[in-house]
């Protein structure tokens, strides 16, 4: 029986964190819709998580900050979400959308937008509902769009296209990840 624990992120967790993220992605996870938001970008401050067994990294999600279309309704774009291959029925993923959304909540964060599968996502009360009017910076399937509102209305009226809003990657540290 594995004994997960999560935790924030640390700079020790990112290289097992890009081996598990191109397992479950493969190289084609460079080329989506949320990649292009997230390229350049540090995640949301407190909103970068992981889950350990034993040990080993065995899951991840990050949250990152993003305006919701023309009027720039503040709001986070959670992703990649991703769990070992071996734990995937084990609630990991669960577990960190939960601890995620309600460290989003505690921060004082107002909505979360994703592109994902909606029956899986559904549980933690995504929809479509505010999501029709938005639309991603490139190729994106409407029916994944999805959002969770944290403060009711908080995407109301929001459309447009969602781009980023969050802190840069230092030019330095840009320059050695090349």
């Known amino acids: 029986m594995p004994m997960i624990a999560y935790a924030d992120e640390t700079a020790r967790d990112v290289p097992a964190r890009e081996a598990l993220l191109d397992s479950a992605f493969g190289p084609a996870r460079f080329m989506k819709s949320s990649e292009r938001i997230r390229e350049g970008r540090l995640p949301a401050d407190g909103l970068s998580l992981v889950a350990h067994d034993d040990g080993r990294l065995v899951g991840t999600v ?8 023309r009027a720039g309704a503040d709001a986070l774009l959670l992703g990649p979400l991703a769990v070992a291959e071996d734990l995937r029925s084990a609630g990991v993923g669960g577990a960190l959308m939960r601890l995620a959304i309600a460290r989003a909540s505690e921060l004082g964060h107002r ?60 030019a330095e540290a840009a320059l050695l990840a090349a």
Do not use: N
């Open 111 to 170: 909505a979360v937008l994703l592109v994902g599968d909606e029956p899986y996502y559904r549980r933690f009360g995504f929809s479509t509902l505010r999501t029709q009017g938005l639309a991603m910076p490139g190729p994106f399937e409407r029916h994944r769009l999805l959002a969770l509102e944290l403060v009711p209305g908080a995407l109301l009226g929001a459309e447009g296209v969602i781009r980023p809003t969050g802190e840069r990657v230092p």
């Open 62 to 69: 990050r949250l990152w900050h993003v305006a919701a279309g």
